[in-house]
């Protein structure tokens, strides 16, 4: 789950300027400026608010309800057009903000002597990272279009999202 989370994380951002010039027309400038002023600000209120959400709600059932939402913002961006794309995208990383830290608690919880092993495995699989926008230039190249590559990261929250309904189901009631 982290690989993807993580490869989902670098490929909307990554791409975030191209995705905003050819869909909303927006110069890259201007892009750039509503990726750390919009979409990071969003980030970081989006960690806060997560946080404050797990008093009241599982973190598993809530990391797939985060993971739910981007499937369907980034089925907008894909399939729409102008500032309605441009801004599905831009929201993202509100959802995105509480993946990292649920996703490695979750995958070191109760082993015990192999925690230290689990947690290395886990934070290596960062590599994520490289593989998607990887995947996402590719698609991009092949089909003439910047919103067919955010497919991707689309797929890489499916798969978060059914982590976090799977470990939803192991989780004690709060």
């Known amino acids: 789950a982290q690989f993807f989370y993580v ?3 670098v490929g909307v951002g990554s791409f975030f ?30 960690r806060f608010v997560g946080t404050w959400l797990m008093s009241y709600v599982r973190p598993g059932k809530l990391l797939a309800i985060y993971a739910a939402v981007n499937v369907g913002l980034l089925l907008v961006a894909i399939s729409s057009s102008g500032n309605t ?24 919880k109760g082993l015990g002597e192999d925690t230290q092993i689990a947690s290395s495995l886990i934070v290596m699989s960062i590599i994520g990272g490289a593989f998607a926008p990887l995947a996402m230039g590719y698609l991009s190249d092949t089909y003439h279009s910047i ?24 989780e004690k009631l709060a």
């Open 147 to 170: 919103q067919v590559a955010y497919v991707v990261p689309m797929l890489c929250f499916v798969i978060v999202l059914l982590f976090g309904m799977t470990i939803s189901k192991t």
């Open 85 to 108: 794309a441009m801004y599905a995208l831009i929201a993202v990383p509100f959802f995105m903000s509480i993946m990292f830290p649920t996703i490695f608690s979750a995958g070191i």
């Open 17 to 46: 300027i191209r995705f905003a010039k050819f869909t909303a027309e927006v110069p890259e400038k201007t892009a750039a400026y509503m990726w750390g002023s919009i979409a990071m600000v969003g980030f970081m209120v989006g």
């Open 7 to 9: 490869g989902a994380q």
